[in-house]
């Protein structure tokens, strides 16, 4: 990997989102060589990706690349890689660039989309779990309106339209409330020729309501403005099987719909090698201070761990705030430990929970109180728009979500790259 050697101890974090890349950022200008590997070469903000896939925000706007971000650090590597197997006993990495030894390790690769074991549906369903693949929905669902446009067969027509988003969390939500207003202001107006009342817009969950971590008064908001969207909630539903055209759910009422959007589940995303006592729940399993049980060296942080405690009996919430204040913690414990001192252990700080579902409505709930509909949306943007990463992305943004508000827009209906279904 060409990473030169050096009198200070090596620290291998694998991951720059929320948790490694606050980490790698705070551990600059201490006296250890830190070396990041991402499989992309940028940090890309989750939660806005569904704005990218219903042609709100260009992706460049919600990404910002590691070298920028380190170009002034001299102790931080950055190399591209994926990495596919550790080595613990050998405190060795392996990845597709090559190996690395290190001194300390720690992996935070983050999460990535479960499909429950449902072959048919891993194939043909649309995760979001990264930038690309939210271009891909773009494309697929401005796609299937072109190909709407060329067929009198109603029961394609109904297809090619339908659309299923599969999972009623904040991104199911805010994806649905995003689409039911592109069919409302704008698909008219690009499609006259087609009749939008033949789109329909499903939202399935397994639950009796959406956003299940939130206060129930908080889902009846977002379940009661869906609705006046016009989005079909089918709750207490499940979905078993899809074939490209129609989706099939246990009640035995499939819908047509030529595009499946999958926000229904996350698994840790674990490279090869962590040997299953490591492990709980499909998560690598850590003590207090994020270190692996066996491999002191080893650290977790972020959806790819999981600390087990009275008060959370199956983990924290695999959400950005835990992997923030994880890689906040581990910084200061690392600089302890470089010093021989003792580390503290992880306490998490509830900071609210928060969904947007559309032009003006949104719900936030904090741990003492909640807010809904205009200042809950206001406090959404200032908070989304806070935490990216880079000036100009902050600013980017701001403009667009301006522009798009005026003016009733989203100018980025743009088939770039078109995406290939596969068989
Ligand atoms: C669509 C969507 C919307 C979300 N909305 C919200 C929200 O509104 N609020 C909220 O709090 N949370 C939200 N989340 C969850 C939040 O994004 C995650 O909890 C958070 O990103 C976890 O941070 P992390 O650092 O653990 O992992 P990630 O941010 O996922 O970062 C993992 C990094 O590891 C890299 N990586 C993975 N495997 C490898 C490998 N083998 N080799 C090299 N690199 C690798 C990835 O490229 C990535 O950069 C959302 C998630 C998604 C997908």
């Given at each position: 990997m060409n990473i030169p050697t050096s009198k200070h101890p090596r620290l291998v974090i694998i991951g720059g989102g929320f948790a490694g890349l606050k980490l790698a950022k705070s551990l600059s200008g201490q006296p250890v060589q830190v070396v990041l590997l991402d499989q992309h070469n940028y940090h890309a903000f989750q939660p806005l990706f569904y704005q990218v896939a219903t042609a709100g925000l260009e992706p460049g706007s919600i990404a910002y690349p590691f070298r920028k971000i380190f170009s002034?650090?001299?102790q931080v590597f950055f190399r591209l890689a994926c990495v596919n197997f550790i080595d613990l006993p050998n405190k060795q990495i392996k990845a597709d660039i090559g190996n690395l030894s290190y001194d300390y390790l720690v992996i935070a690769t983050g999460a990535t989309t479960n499909f429950f074991g449902n072959k048919n549906i891993e194939r043909l369903a649309m995760p979001m779990k990264s930038v690309s693949e939210a271009l891909n929905i773009r494309s697929l669902m401005l796609q299937n309106l072109e190909k709407a446009l060329l067929t009198n067969d109603a029961n394609d027509k109904d297809s090619l339209m339908g659309i299923v988003i599969v999972g009623g969390g904040p991104t199911g939500v805010e994806l649905a409330g995003a689409i039911a207003e592109l069919k409302r202001d704008i698909l008219p107006k690009d499609y006259?020729?087609?009749?939008?009342?033949?789109?329909d817009i499903h939202l399935i969950d397994s639950?009796?309501?959406?956003?299940?971590?939130?206060d129930e008064r908080s889902s009846q908001v977002a379940m009661s403005e869906l609705i006046k969207m016009g989005v079909d909630l089918r709750l207490n539903e499940r979905v078993t099987d899809y074939d490209g055209k129609t989706i099939q759910c246990a009640s035995g009422q499939n819908l047509p719909a030529a595009m499946v959007i999958w926000a229904a589940g996350v698994k840790a995303n674990i490279p090869e090698?962590?040997?299953?006592?490591?492990?709980?729940g499909g998560r690598i399993s850590v003590n207090a201070y994020n270190q692996l049980i066996d491999f002191p060296e080893v650290f977790a942080i972020g959806d790819v761990a999981v600390m087990i405690s009275e008060e959370y009996p199956r983990g924290h919430p695999m959400v950005a705030q835990t992997a923030l204040q994880q890689g906040a913690l581990l910084s200061r414990n690392m600089k302890q430990l470089l010093q021989g001192l003792a580390m503290q252990p992880f306490h998490y700080k509830n900071l609210g929970s928060m969904a947007t579902i559309g032009r003006n409505k949104a719900v936030v709930d904090f741990p003492n109180f909640r807010l809904k509909g205009w200042w809950a949306w206001c406090m959404w943007l200032f908070v989304h728009v806070f935490q990216l990463i880079g000036f100009r992305n902050k600013v980017v943004v701001m403009i667009s979500w301006a522009q798009n508000y005026l003016r009733h827009a989203?100018?980025?209906?743009?088939?770039i790259r078109p995406f290939k279904q596969s068989n």
């Open positions: 002034a650090s001299k006259p020729d087609l009749d939008m009342r033949v789109m639950n009796a309501r959406v956003l299940k971590e939130f090698g962590i040997p299953e006592a490591q492990l709980t989203r100018d980025l209906r743009l088939i």
